[in-house]
């Protein structure tokens, strides 16, 4: 465990090392969100019928998102993929360390070590200036934060499986991006999830993708009571094993079959 922890950790102070990039998204994201904001504002003052969040709650999710937008697993590890592709993945092999745990390890601080850099400025601004709301009860706040780590834990999971599939493409891209459109739309990057239709309430619900944005941020605003965290957390922890047991096997049939050439 404490070889993994440093392999995060090492990782983590090299991914702080990217502050121009920090401050290029922060000021992307905060341009994003207030669009997103006023498109969101016309949308209620044009309906007339009752939804199932208030336009306040709506904003709230609207900068939760945009502070927290790299929860979402936006694709693969890219120097694993590297790696891969250019056989040096050999020096991984050769590790006295699990190779699954090792690269979700890196998965993790790089879910993590942008959130860090970005997500508290958006947060402030968005709190001083767009009216963001806090959290209604320190059970809410608490909530947020278990299911937050919950939420980082699926996306790792995701970000590993997906670049393990590079044992078998040549690009990669394919199973990349389309974990990618999934993820930006059922995990209420684009739409807040309880706006969607509720014909497609059912499914959306069961999905991986909710854990990311949706279920910490509803627990957030009370949208969910934190009465509810518990049985969310578990449901996050279980698609983490849904989603890591499939990826350790996955990944030992790929490092049985792989042949590297090379000198």
Not at 126 to 155: C, H, K, N, R, Y
Not at 210 to 234: K, N, S, V, W
Request: positive net charge.
């Amino acid at each position: 465990m404490r070889a993994y922890w440093t392999i995060f950790s090492a990782r983590f102070r090299v991914l702080l090392q990217y502050r121009a990039a920090a401050l290029a998204g922060f000021s992307t994201q905060l341009f994003w969100g207030f669009i997103r904001m006023m498109i969101f504002i016309a949308f209620y003052e044009s309906s007339i019928n009752q939804q199932p969040m208030t336009l306040q709650e709506t904003v709230n999710y609207i900068w939760l998102t945009q502070a927290f937008l790299l929860l979402v697993p936006w694709g693969n590890d890219r120097e694993v993929e590297q790696l891969i592709r250019t056989g040096n993945v050999a020096y991984e092999l050769i590790r006295p360390l699990d190779l699954y745990w090792l690269w979700f390890s890196r998965s993790l601080a790089l879910r993590i070590a942008p959130l860090v850099l970005r997500a508290f400025p958006i947060f402030i601004v968005a709190f001083l200036i767009f009216d963001l709301q806090l959290p209604p009860s320190l059970e809410a706040f608490l909530a947020f934060v278990l299911t937050t780590f919950g939420g980082m834990l699926v996306s790792s999971a995701i970000t590993v499986l997906s670049t393990i599939t590079l044992f078998w493409t040549i690009s990669g891209e394919g199973f990349s991006r389309l974990f990618n459109y999934f993820s930006v739309l059922m995990s209420g990057l684009v739409i807040p999830l309880p706006l969607f239709p509720d014909w497609s309430q059912n499914v959306i619900q069961w999905l991986p993708f909710r854990c990311f944005l949706d279920i910490p941020f509803r627990l957030y605003m009370g949208h969910i009571p934190a009465q509810e965290t518990i049985p969310l957390f578990l449901f996050q922890i279980m698609w983490v094993i849904l989603l890591i047991i499939p990826g350790r096997l996955i990944l030992k049939s790929g490092t049985r079959r792989i042949v590297i050439q090379g000198g």
